[in-house]
């Protein structure tokens, strides 16, 4: 049997329909300006930090991370390739997330998806070691700085052109470690956890 529906009903029910869809697109609008906003900054914060300011400068670089102690730069000592850019590769990763909605009884819940620091791990492997992350080199530490020959003069050996790793040590001192991605991706996820909390009714 056919249920039959009067006009009015009809009217309530499709007004009813309007407003759910009307409702659902303003949570998307607001979640999606406010996440903007979160990931700009996050993005604004990675690319100011020293240590992308300097691996970003390449060869020419000056130490303004003071790892180093103000010798060479975290490109050479590092050893990226000449004319390589392990801040671009890294910072797509960082540009990549996927906003999810999902529907409750009265309400909508959101979930962010964005990089795991074990991915951003994974992406930024040292040139010279299979398994071992620069980006968390920086915050633990990168051994051999007693063994760095850096040159103002392109060197043929050496994979950044500028600098090698010698046998004998040269200097003292140790690599200084910087707080950088971890901490920058707390951040991050405390922010974005925060706007997942909120309940939108």
Do not use: C
């Amino acid at each position: 049997m056919a249920l039959k529906l009067s006009n009015k009903e009809l009217q309530t029910i499709e007004k009813q329909a309007t407003k759910e869809s009307s409702f659902k697109q303003e949570v998307r609008r607001v979640v999606q300006k406010e996440f903007v906003d979160i990931h700009k900054q996050f993005l604004s914060n990675f690319d100011s930090h020293p240590v992308t300011i300097e691996i970003k400068g390449g060869t020419s670089a000056t130490n303004i991370s003071k790892t180093l102690g103000g010798i060479g730069n975290l490109f050479t000592y590092i050893g990226f390739d000449e004319g390589s850019d392990p801040i671009k590769s890294l910072r797509n990763l960082l540009n990549i997330y996927e906003i999810q909605y999902h529907n409750r009884k009265r309400s909508i819940s959101v979930q962010i998806k964005v990089p795991t620091k074990e991915e951003v791990f994974i992406a930024t492997p040292m040139p010279w070691a299979t398994g071992r992350s620069w980006a968390r080199g920086i915050e633990r530490g990168i051994s051999g700085l007693g063994q760095y020959l850096v040159k103002s003069n392109r060197m043929g050996r050496s994979r950044s052109g500028y600098a090698i790793e010698t046998q004998a040590r040269v200097r003292g001192g140790r690599f200084s470690n910087r707080s950088y991605i971890s901490s920058l991706l707390n951040d991050y996820y405390k922010n974005i956890k925060n706007l997942e909390k909120k309940t939108f009714s």
